[in-house]
């Protein structure tokens, strides 16, 4: 038994590793085969950069202290944005459940609202809050505040019928059932919206910055686009990339613990 368990953590080990060594092949080679087509005129460098010149960009960015404070501008809005718009969804879809009446009264307004293209949103937004972070951080808010009321709302109502039985035979009220079986039950769900919602943040916050801003990625993937440096539009792409890939990292590994 023993043995076997041991044989099964052993083939998983060597799964994973095995996966993560053909990801970083497939990176490695993906960048190596880039600067080739480049080099040899397949693909136009012009319009796709490539990895020697945006990595020249980066070390001339980096010495020139013009770079970190375009990153921590737009990290700070997505991060912002991303826990007001993950808190206030929880809250609503929350109070929704409370409430099942409320709910059917207002959920085709909320498939309405989900369905509105939210760049349509950006100018009113931004004339209502500012032109500033907070109508940067507002706008990535309406992307992803809706699905997530409705998501969190479909976790709580696949809850297992089975406990939410029990519980109520043990004369447990809404709430009590919200708190001690919803949440705990749907808790995996809503750390995948989570990562549902980085990307979702990215989205707004970067369509804030073209709006409105003077600093941030958003403005230089702009300001790139317009003077056609596209060496800058890459360079920004690949860090929006980047931040990315560690916060869902950060997310699986709280998943992991959930485990």
Known sequence: M?????????????KKMITLFLQIFILISFIFLWEILTRVNLLNPF??????????????MIKSGELF??????????IFALVLSSISGIIIASILYLFPRVNDILDPYLITLNAIPKTALG??????????????????????????????????????????????????????????????????????????NIGLSWVGVIVGEFLVSRKGIGYLLMYGGQTFKLDLVMLGIIILSIITLLLNIIISLLIKRRH
């Open 2 to 14: 023993i043995k076997s368990y041991k044989e099964y953590l052993r083939k998983t080990k060597r």
């Open 123 to 196: 100018p009113i937004l931004i004339i209502y809050f500012g032109t500033n972070e907070k109508g940067i951080i507002s706008i990535a808010i309406s992307f992803s505040i809706i699905i997530t009321v409705l998501s969190c709302l479909s976790y709580f109502n696949n809850v297992d019928k089975n406990l939410i039985k029990m519980m109520k035979v043990l004369n447990a009220n809404r709430l009590q059932l919200l708190l001690k079986v919803v949440f705990p039950s749907s808790f995996e769900g809503l750390l995948s919206q989570l990562k549902v």
């Open 69 to 78: 404070p375009h990153i921590l501008v737009t990290t700070k809005e997505m």
């Open 47 to 60: 319009l796709v950069s490539s990895p020697l010149r945006i990595t020249e960009l980066l070390i001339e």
